[in-house]
């Protein structure tokens, strides 16, 4: 049985990165999400239903368009994988519970705007604005004893306390970073997700931007090292600030015990 509802969570999560995929594509081009219906960018041929299967469909057509033949990218079938690999991971972290749902939305937007800022190195207001203000919706439970967030650690006032930490923390590197280095380091949009991630993990949004610093900074010598980016070159945050955010989600108070335990301080 327990089997069974991994796989209603893996297959959950592919549906809902199928309309993630939409959301990453039409909402930084200003398009409506419900209509038109999807369709091959190449020949603009809607694509069938039985082509629309979440990375079945993908596999089946090996890649290309039915119709013209033009590859599919890659990302459609990332992203629906992806998705459905993280809400299993959510389900075996908080069961079936209101918990697991929250982070179903937590992770929902951070998928989507780290691929939006992958594309546009933006992300759009429309997107995570909606998202804190939902976020914070989600503490005021906790005032009457029923609690939703933080995902880890302590009840609501830990939440209020990681947005301003989590937020407050990047903002003073763009606000520093022009006076040391004499560019911007920090957009306004990673401020705001930073402040999002806060409201989702607390104080442990510290421990979240600690990995996403640690995982930008080697994946900013990998792609120097490569020659992909020049050192003027800028690198979008929000991915990485997805990826510190997903992990600690996983297992921060773990992670952070172990860090204690191995360095004595426990």
Request: with cysteine; glycine share 12%; net charge positive.
């Given at each position: 049985?327990?089997?069974?509802?991994?796989?209603?969570?893996f297959l959950f999560g592919?549906?809902?990165?199928?309309?993630?995929n939409v959301c990453i594509?039409?909402?930084?081009?200003?398009?409506?999400?419900?209509?038109?219906?999807?369709?091959?960018?190449?020949?603009?041929?809607?694509?069938?239903?039985?082509?629309?299967?979440?990375?079945?469909?993908?596999?089946?057509?090996?890649?290309?368009?039915?119709?013209?033949?033009?590859?599919?990218?890659?990302?459609?079938?990332?992203?629906?994988?992806?998705?459905?690999?993280?809400?299993?991971?959510?389900?075996?972290?908080?069961?079936?519970?209101?918990?697991?749902?929250?982070?179903?939305?937590?992770?929902?937007?951070?998928?989507?705007?780290?691929?939006?800022?992958?594309?546009?190195?933006?992300?759009?207001?429309?997107?995570?604005?909606?998202?804190?203000?939902?976020?914070?919706?989600?503490?005021?439970?906790?005032?009457?004893?029923?609690?939703?967030?933080?995902?880890?650690?302590?009840?609501?006032?830990?939440?209020?306390?990681?947005?301003?930490?989590?937020?407050?923390?990047?903002?003073?590197?763009?606000?520093?970073?022009?006076?040391?280095?004499?560019?911007?380091?920090?957009?306004?949009?990673?401020?705001?997700?930073?402040?999002?991630?806060?409201?989702?993990?607390?104080?442990?949004?510290?421990?979240?931007?600690?990995?996403?610093?640690?995982?930008?900074?080697?994946?900013?010598?990998f792609l120097l090292a490569?020659?992909?980016?020049?050192?003027?070159?800028?690198?979008?945050?929000?991915?990485?600030?997805?990826?510190?955010?997903?992990?600690?989600?996983?297992?921060?108070?773990?992670?952070?015990?172990?860090?204690?335990?191995?360095?004595?301080?426990?």
């Amino acid at each position: 049985m327990t089997a069974f509802f991994y796989l209603v969570a893996f297959l959950f999560g592919l549906a809902i990165g199928s309309f993630l995929n939409v959301c990453i594509y039409r909402i930084p081009a200003g398009l409506s999400l419900v209509h038109p219906p999807s369709r091959c960018p190449a020949c603009e041929t809607p694509v069938r239903p039985v082509d629309n299967v979440p990375l079945l469909s993908f596999l089946l057509l090996k890649g290309k368009c039915r119709s013209c033949g033009a590859p599919i990218s890659w990302r459609y079938p990332a992203v629906e994988a992806l998705t459905g690999v993280v809400f299993v991971l959510l389900y075996a972290r908080f069961g079936m519970s209101i918990n697991a749902l929250a982070g179903i939305f937590f992770a929902s937007v951070v998928i989507v705007v780290s691929f939006i800022d992958l594309d546009t190195e933006r992300i759009p207001n429309k997107v995570i604005l909606p998202a804190i203000a939902a976020g914070a919706a989600l503490i005021v439970p906790d005032f009457v004893g029923y609690k939703i967030l933080p995902l880890v650690g302590g009840g609501a006032l830990h939440s209020i306390a990681g947005f301003f930490v989590g937020g407050g923390s990047l903002l003073i590197i763009a606000l520093a970073a022009p006076l040391f280095f004499k560019k911007d380091a920090m957009g306004g949009g990673d401020i705001k997700l930073a402040a999002f991630i806060g409201l989702f993990l607390g104080v442990y949004s510290l421990l979240a931007l600690f990995f996403s610093f640690l995982i930008g900074a080697i994946a900013g010598v990998f792609l120097l090292a490569r020659g992909s980016r020049g050192r003027s070159d800028t690198i979008p945050f929000g991915p990485y600030l997805a990826i510190g955010a997903i992990i600690v989600t996983l297992g921060g108070p773990e992670l952070w015990r172990f860090y204690l335990a191995a360095s004595g301080l426990a």
